[in-house]
């Protein structure tokens, strides 16, 4: 005999699942969309699928959510595969930008809905539509019809609706895309604070690597249907493995270098680095991002990479500056200088001449095309 306790500590389910996708291969004719992806999202973790349009988010997430069956791979939720399983037998939240809620039915009737088809009986129903409003900070919103309330409201709605059954992996593709910027930047930090809560495997689709970089455990950047890198967000910021990552996550300029052994040139110029060289057949490029770059004096030249150049502009952007440098060897440059943090008098003026300083620790060279 088992006590109630005993029972209770049985029937804890967990509230998450990792998903492994494993060789997911599909394409459109001649068109490969997904090709050969390998992808392990741990329970409870957020991760984001960043890539520019077409690179293939939506189908991978597609895939997992089940409309969509790719040609060859494997897709397992903890250790079951879910390859030939219908969508709604997946347990998956979704909440997709045309994924529209129905106008004509109260918030409550929206949100009950996955939860009817589930058979739960009235009384659950009722108290878990409760919370869910609390959660997504509606409250009280119940018996308001959709057409009644704005945009973000009905974002939350649509939230509300994906998460009421309590799935333990949670999909959603650019749910933010249709709101404008302040009520985007909130929605995110709430998003980021339910998921913090509630613990599900969640699985957001974005173009904007600004959102991704606020939201996400870990971010894997795809280009045309391939994962270019997947990692942390300060790692794909500071260490990009290649031009493309570097590129899209954010500001740089990039300076071709030579790779001479293991050792880099920048216009015969040593360059002191941890990156190492791939293969000899590669490009190699030095990622310059304009927040790492330094205006140096010729004392500190011993500790660091530097380039010598003038300025060109000088452009005031609120609470930084951004300097474009013209370097003597011919490539234009960005430097940016946090306003309040810098000694204005030390900032340069347009003609001067500059000695611009970026530090070995931060010095990435990166392979490209
Ligand atoms: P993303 O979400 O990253 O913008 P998608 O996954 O929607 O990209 O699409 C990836 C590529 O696959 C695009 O080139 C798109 O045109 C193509 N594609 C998507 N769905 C289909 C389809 N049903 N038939 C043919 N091509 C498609
Ligand atoms: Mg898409």
Redesign the pocket.
């Known amino acids: 005999m088992h006590t109630k306790q005993e029972q209770d500590a049985h029937n804890i389910q967990p509230s998450s699942l990792p998903i492994s996708i494993a060789g997911v291969t599909k394409s459109?004719?001649p068109?490969k969309?997904?090709s050969e992806i390998n992808l392990h999202i741990r329970s409870g973790e957020f991760m984001t699928?960043l890539?520019?349009?077409?690179?293939?988010?939506?189908?991978?997430?597609?895939t997992i959510a089940g409309f969509i069956r790719p040609d060859s791979g494997s897709l397992k939720f903890g250790d079951e595969e879910m390859i030939l399983r219908a969508p709604h037998l997946r347990g998956v939240g979704m909440m997709f930008q045309n994924y529209a809620l129905f106008p004509h039915m109260s918030v409550q009737a929206n949100i009950a809905y996955p939860l009817k088809i589930r058979g739960e009986d009235r009384e659950t129903i009722k108290a878990r539509v409760r919370d869910v409003l609390e959660t997504v900070q509606l409250g009280g919103y119940g018996s308001r019809r959709i057409s009644e309330l704005s945009g973000g409201q009905r974002q939350r709605i649509a939230l509300a609706r994906a998460i009421v059954f309590k799935p333990k992996i949670l999909l959603m593709?650019e749910p933010l895309s249709a709101l404008d910027k302040n009520l985007r930047e909130l929605m995110q930090l709430e998003l980021r604070t339910m998921h913090e809560q509630l613990g599900m495997t969640t699985v957001l689709?974005t173009?904007d690597q600004r959102e991704a970089l606020t939201m996400s455990d870990r971010i894997a950047v795809?280009r045309s249907?391939k994962i270019a890198q997947v990692d942390t967000s300060e790692k794909l910021y500071s260490e990009p493995n290649s031009e493309f990552v570097a590129a899209f996550m954010g500001e740089s300029s990039f300076l071709a270098v030579d790779a001479d052994g293991a050792l880099f040139g920048f216009h015969g110029r040593k360059l002191a680095t941890e990156s190492v060289a791939a293969d000899a057949t590669a490009r190699h490029f030095l990622v310059l991002r304009p927040e790492k770059l330094e205006f140096i004096t010729e004392e500190e030249r011993p500790s660091y990479n530097s380039f010598e150049g003038t300025v060109e502009k000088f452009l005031f952007q609120g609470e930084s500056c951004l300097v474009h440098v013209r370097l003597t060897t011919g490539e234009l440059v960005q430097v940016r200088r946090n306003l309040r943090e810098s000694n204005k008098s030390v900032l340069p003026k347009v003609a001067d001449q500059v000695l611009l300083g970026l530090h070995p620790n931060e010095t990435r060279i990166v392979t490209g095309e």
Do not use: W
Request: hydrophobic fraction near 40%; avoid cysteine; aromatic fraction near 4%.
């Open positions: 459109y004719g068109l969309v997904l699928l890539g520019p349009s077409g690179s293939g988010k939506t189908t991978l997430l597609m593709d689709v173009h795809l249907g």
